[in-house]
């Protein structure tokens, strides 16, 4: 087998987000949920968040942190009662109100008091690390009827974003490439695709972990699922396979890691397709200049886009031509297309949007390579964390510290800080 090749992250737009200025932030409303997902870090408790609490995490956030969006999170937020009051209390303080849910409470009659209440996008989680009731795939491919369904539910309503989140561990790796062939296929009502790598199956591999001085089991705070497979996987490997389907696939954008500033924590490609056929992968000025046009314009940078927005895409090739190479090609392929093809003229174009997410991994020296700029970053007891960490923040009070086991007779101080950041800088303020 060839070795996968490296991604080369200076030919990408380093995205500008921050800690403190970010196109996402993340609110988590309920630990309840309904499925139980392989790897899961949240322990599914009936423990709904009120109201009150709701608001104050968000002045910590109008307070501490700018964002477009505010991702919905639990558990499943479905699951509160009150979701719908909710989203309207997220969209009335200015931000697009986005859902991740799984799915399995939505109904049209939900779907429509959500769309009234100012709800700007979904992100529907389905893959195989869920039993569901409503659909008994064990390969990503066969849930593609589901994804579906949620899809034409949305697009039915219309005006708000749809998603799709697949966690893919070595085992599933291939099995990225029935998802994205099918997302190929509907621009129109599929915007974004993120694939999020499982958490490092080894992740306790030939370490000590330590809170507060005191050496603690990592099995306290997270399952070592032996659906995450036996071998590391990084968003390379998610790139090479999805060059299998169309080798012309190309990311764009990127954020890296606190650690290693090579790694590709989140690496975006964008698209611009109609129904019938793909005209090419957008390049890092086209992000570069979205970006930065919002942030000057709106005071904010973008994240989550509306429909109407991603389905102007000839308008989008023909603006964006001026500063972006990859741009102009697409609008030669596009303008040739019609030459051959004059009838298309009438379908429409759509931005596209395929994202890989690659966790916390840990180094060799037991530093934990986290997202530099989390988009996921939530508030605990009025401080913010990044939320796949959040349990360690619960259970201790802090992140903990990994101390290698062989350390080529080094002598390793246990109560080291072994983190990217000090303990002052353990929560943002």
């Known amino acids: 087998m060839n070795p996968v090749p490296e991604l080369t992250p200076r030919s990408y737009y380093r995205l500008p987000w921050s800690l403190t200025d970010n196109g996402i932030s993340w609110i988590e409303v309920t ?7 392989e790897g899961c870090y949240r322990p599914h408790k009936v423990n709904h968040k009120t109201l009150q609490q709701i608001s104050d995490d968000l002045d910590v956030f109008k307070r501490e942190r700018k964002s477009d969006c505010m991702s919905i999170a639990g558990g499943d937020p479905l699951m509160h009662p009150q979701i ?3 989203v309207k209390m997220i969209n009335d303080r200015g931000w697009k109100a986005i859902l991740n849910t799984n799915g399995l409470a939505m109904t049209p009659e939900l779907l429509k008091q959500l769309k009234k209440a100012g709800v700007a996008g979904f992100t529907f989680h389905i893959d195989t690390t869920q039993v569901r009731k409503d659909s008994r795939a064990t390969k990503e491919g066969d849930h593609n009827a589901l994804r579906m369904k949620f899809a034409e539910m949305v697009a039915a309503e219309g005006g708000m974003a749809c998603s799709f989140n697949q966690t893919v561990s070595w085992d599933t790796l291939d099995q990225v490439k029935e998802t994205f062939i099918w997302a190929r296929k509907h621009p129109h009502i599929v915007n974004t695709i993120v694939y999020i790598l499982f958490r490092s199956p080894r992740l306790t591999g030939d370490f000590d972990f ?6 603690i089991s990592m099995a306290d705070a997270y399952e070592n699922s032996k659906w995450g497979g036996d071998k590391l996987l990084y968003a390379k490997d998610i790139v090479a396979k999805l060059k299998e389907v169309d080798p012309s696939f190309e990311p764009s954008a990127y954020l890296s890691g606190t650690v290693d500033p090579n790694s590709t924590k989140w690496l975006l490609a964008g698209r611009i397709a109609s129904t019938k056929r793909c005209y090419g992968y957008v390049g890092a000025n086209f992000m570069k200049a979205v970006q930065v046009g919002s942030q000057m314009i709106r005071g904010k940078y973008l994240s989550y886009s509306p429909p109407k927005l991603l389905s102007a895409g000839r308008t989008s090739t023909a603006l964006f031509s001026l500063v972006d190479p990859k741009m102009r090609k697409i609008a030669k392929k596009y303008l040739w297309n019609l030459v051959k093809r004059p009838h298309e003229a009438f379908e429409k174009t759509h931005l596209q949007t395929f994202t890989v997410i690659q966790p916390l991994d840990m180094m ?3 530093r934990m390579n986290m997202c530099d700029a989390c988009p996921d970053m939530t508030v605990h007891n009025g401080k913010m964390y990044w939320s796949c960490r959040l349990e360690e ?3 201790h009070g802090c992140f903990f510290n990994a101390v290698p086991r062989k350390t080529c007779g ?10 990217p950041i000090t303990p002052e800088e353990q929560h943002v303020q």
């Open 31 to 37: 630990d309840a949920c309904n499925l139980t997902c």
């Open 410 to 419: 080094v002598t390793v101080d246990p109560c080291m800080k072994q983190d």
């Open 364 to 366: 060799a020296d037991g």
């Open 210 to 215: 330590y809170a507060n001085g005191k050496k």
């Open 84 to 86: 719908v009051e909710i």
């Open 393 to 395: 923040i619960k259970e």
